[in-house]
Protein backbone atom coordinates (compact mmCIF):
# COMPACT_ATOMS: atom_id res chain seq x y z
CA UNK A 1 0.00 0.00 0.00
CA UNK A 2 1.23 3.58 -1.10
CA UNK A 3 1.00 6.74 1.19
CA UNK A 4 0.64 10.25 0.27
CA UNK A 5 2.86 12.02 2.49
CA UNK A 6 3.85 15.03 3.82
CA UNK A 7 5.90 17.34 6.49
CA UNK A 8 3.33 19.84 8.10
CA UNK A 9 2.70 23.12 10.67
CA UNK A 10 -1.05 22.33 12.03
CA UNK A 11 -2.69 25.39 12.76
CA UNK A 12 -4.09 26.06 16.95
CA UNK A 13 -7.81 25.94 17.09
CA UNK A 14 -7.91 29.59 17.47
CA UNK A 15 -5.85 30.33 14.49
CA UNK A 16 -8.40 27.91 12.27
CA UNK A 17 -11.18 29.58 13.71
CA UNK A 18 -9.60 33.18 12.55
CA UNK A 19 -9.21 32.20 8.46
CA UNK A 20 -12.48 30.23 8.80
CA UNK A 21 -13.99 33.84 9.49
CA UNK A 22 -12.02 35.30 6.37
CA UNK A 23 -13.55 32.26 4.40
CA UNK A 24 -17.02 33.04 4.94
CA UNK A 25 -16.32 36.86 4.56
CA UNK A 26 -14.79 36.89 1.36
CA UNK A 27 -17.28 37.10 -1.87
CA UNK A 28 -19.12 34.39 -3.57
CA UNK A 29 -16.59 33.29 -5.71
CA UNK A 30 -16.47 29.69 -7.17
CA UNK A 31 -13.77 28.27 -4.98
CA UNK A 32 -13.82 25.16 -3.39
CA UNK A 33 -13.11 25.82 0.06
CA UNK A 34 -10.36 23.70 2.42
CA UNK A 35 -12.02 22.75 5.85
CA UNK A 36 -10.61 24.69 8.67
CA UNK A 37 -9.18 21.05 10.08
CA UNK A 38 -7.38 21.03 7.45
CA UNK A 39 -5.17 24.05 7.25
CA UNK A 40 -1.82 23.80 7.82
CA UNK A 41 1.25 25.15 6.32
CA UNK A 42 2.86 22.22 4.00
CA UNK A 43 7.46 22.10 5.05
CA UNK A 44 8.08 19.00 2.54
CA UNK A 45 5.46 16.97 0.06
CA UNK A 46 7.32 13.68 -0.34
CA UNK A 47 4.28 12.32 -2.43
CA UNK A 48 3.72 8.29 -2.68
CA UNK A 49 5.28 6.30 -0.32
CA UNK A 50 5.66 2.61 0.59
CA UNK A 51 4.88 0.89 4.05
CA UNK A 52 8.78 -0.04 3.78
CA UNK A 53 9.58 3.62 3.07
CA UNK A 54 7.54 4.96 6.25
CA UNK A 55 9.54 4.42 9.37
CA UNK A 56 12.89 5.91 8.03
CA UNK A 57 10.96 8.99 7.51
CA UNK A 58 9.06 8.92 10.21
CA UNK A 59 12.23 8.72 12.35
CA UNK A 60 14.16 11.02 9.73
CA UNK A 61 11.38 13.85 10.79
CA UNK A 62 11.33 13.47 14.73
CA UNK A 63 15.35 13.67 14.82
CA UNK A 64 15.35 16.88 12.49
CA UNK A 65 12.47 18.12 14.64
CA UNK A 66 14.37 17.52 18.09
CA UNK A 67 16.93 20.28 17.15
CA UNK A 68 14.91 23.59 16.54
CA UNK A 69 13.30 24.87 19.45
CA UNK A 70 9.96 25.94 19.30
CA UNK A 71 9.20 29.22 17.78
CA UNK A 72 6.76 32.19 16.25
CA UNK A 73 5.03 32.02 13.11
CA UNK A 74 3.23 35.14 11.42
CA UNK A 75 0.32 35.02 8.66
CA UNK A 76 0.04 38.55 6.76
CA UNK A 77 -1.65 38.32 3.95
CA UNK A 78 -5.08 37.11 2.15
CA UNK A 79 -4.64 37.02 -1.41
CA UNK A 80 -5.26 35.32 -4.78
CA UNK A 81 -2.33 32.72 -5.26
CA UNK A 82 0.03 31.95 -6.25
CA UNK A 83 1.76 35.22 -6.73
CA UNK A 84 1.96 36.49 -10.48
CA UNK A 85 -0.37 33.15 -11.64
CA UNK A 86 -3.10 34.35 -14.05
CA UNK A 87 -5.98 33.10 -13.38
CA UNK A 88 -4.85 32.54 -9.95
CA UNK A 89 -5.11 28.67 -8.84
CA UNK A 90 -6.28 29.42 -5.13
CA UNK A 91 -6.85 31.76 -1.91
CA UNK A 92 -4.31 31.51 0.61
CA UNK A 93 -2.81 33.57 3.34
CA UNK A 94 0.83 34.09 3.18
CA UNK A 95 3.32 33.83 5.93
CA UNK A 96 6.62 35.06 6.88
CA UNK A 97 9.70 32.97 6.08
CA UNK A 98 11.30 34.01 9.45
CA UNK A 99 14.82 32.35 9.89
CA UNK A 100 13.97 29.60 12.06
CA UNK A 101 11.18 28.45 9.79
CA UNK A 102 13.18 28.50 6.49
CA UNK A 103 15.82 26.62 8.43
CA UNK A 104 13.56 23.58 9.64
CA UNK A 105 11.59 23.43 5.94
CA UNK A 106 15.74 23.24 4.30
CA UNK A 107 16.57 20.59 6.94
CA UNK A 108 13.85 18.94 6.31
CA UNK A 109 13.73 18.92 2.64
CA UNK A 110 17.56 18.14 2.58
CA UNK A 111 17.04 15.43 5.06
CA UNK A 112 14.20 13.50 3.56
CA UNK A 113 15.28 14.48 -0.48
CA UNK A 114 18.19 12.34 0.25
CA UNK A 115 15.73 9.05 1.45
CA UNK A 116 12.89 8.88 -0.85
CA UNK A 117 14.76 8.44 -3.98
CA UNK A 118 11.84 9.08 -6.19
CA UNK A 119 12.00 13.01 -5.26
CA UNK A 120 14.91 13.73 -7.06
CA UNK A 121 16.91 16.59 -6.03
CA UNK A 122 14.48 19.48 -7.51
CA UNK A 123 13.08 21.60 -5.06
CA UNK A 124 10.86 24.60 -5.04
CA UNK A 125 11.01 27.74 -3.61
CA UNK A 126 9.37 27.74 0.07
CA UNK A 127 6.71 30.20 0.18
CA UNK A 128 4.84 29.73 3.60
CA UNK A 129 0.93 29.99 3.56
CA UNK A 130 -2.02 28.30 4.42
CA UNK A 131 -4.26 27.36 2.04
CA UNK A 132 -8.08 28.72 2.02
CA UNK A 133 -9.59 27.35 -1.03
CA UNK A 134 -9.05 26.11 -4.51
CA UNK A 135 -10.51 28.21 -7.11
CA UNK A 136 -12.84 26.07 -9.62
CA UNK A 137 -11.21 27.53 -12.92
CA UNK A 138 -13.85 27.11 -15.61
CA UNK A 139 -16.10 28.77 -13.49
CA UNK A 140 -13.69 32.01 -12.49
CA UNK A 141 -13.01 32.63 -16.03
CA UNK A 142 -16.74 33.04 -16.84
CA UNK A 143 -16.55 36.52 -14.26
CA UNK A 144 -15.10 39.11 -16.51
CA UNK A 145 -11.78 40.18 -14.94
CA UNK A 146 -12.54 44.04 -14.12
CA UNK A 147 -15.73 41.92 -11.78
CA UNK A 148 -13.60 39.90 -9.91
CA UNK A 149 -13.11 41.02 -6.26
CA UNK A 150 -10.00 41.96 -5.18
CA UNK A 151 -8.20 39.69 -2.51
CA UNK A 152 -5.69 41.41 -0.76
CA UNK A 153 -6.16 41.98 2.88
CA UNK A 154 -3.85 42.31 5.52
CA UNK A 155 -3.94 40.33 7.96
CA UNK A 156 -2.11 39.99 11.72
CA UNK A 157 -2.04 36.77 13.39
CA UNK A 158 0.64 34.67 14.96
CA UNK A 159 1.10 31.32 16.72
CA UNK A 160 3.84 29.60 18.32
CA UNK A 161 4.89 26.22 16.54
CA UNK A 162 5.78 23.77 19.36
CA UNK A 163 5.81 20.33 16.20
CA UNK A 164 5.64 19.45 13.38
CA UNK A 165 3.60 16.42 11.98
CA UNK A 166 4.21 13.76 9.47
CA UNK A 167 1.16 13.92 7.76
CA UNK A 168 -0.98 11.36 4.77
CA UNK A 169 -3.28 13.16 2.62
CA UNK A 170 -6.51 10.71 1.07
CA UNK A 171 -8.03 11.60 -1.85
CA UNK A 172 -11.71 11.76 -1.88
CA UNK A 173 -14.41 13.05 -3.85
CA UNK A 174 -15.32 15.72 -1.67
CA UNK A 175 -11.32 16.73 -0.84
CA UNK A 176 -8.26 15.71 0.58
CA UNK A 177 -8.30 13.98 3.97
CA UNK A 178 -5.52 14.48 6.32
CA UNK A 179 -4.63 11.99 9.18
CA UNK A 180 -1.59 12.90 11.05
CA UNK A 181 0.87 9.62 11.31
CA UNK A 182 3.34 11.28 13.89
CA UNK A 183 3.74 14.34 16.25
CA UNK A 184 7.35 15.19 16.41
CA UNK A 185 7.65 17.77 18.51
CA UNK A 186 10.37 20.99 18.82
CA UNK A 187 13.31 20.77 20.66
CA UNK A 188 12.43 16.95 21.75
CA UNK A 189 9.80 18.70 25.06
CA UNK A 190 7.55 15.45 24.78
Not at 131 to 156: H, K, M, N, Y
Request: proline share 7%.
Amino acid sequence: MRHRIFIAVNLPEGIKGKLKKYQESLPQLPVRWVKPDNFHITLAFLGYLSEKELPDILETTRKVARHYNPFLVRLNKVCYAPPQKTPPRMIWVEGETSDELAALQNDLERRLFTRVASLGTERKTFRPHVTLGRIRQWEFARIEPEERPEIDEDVSLSFEVESIEVMESRLKRGGAEYTALKRCPLSDRD
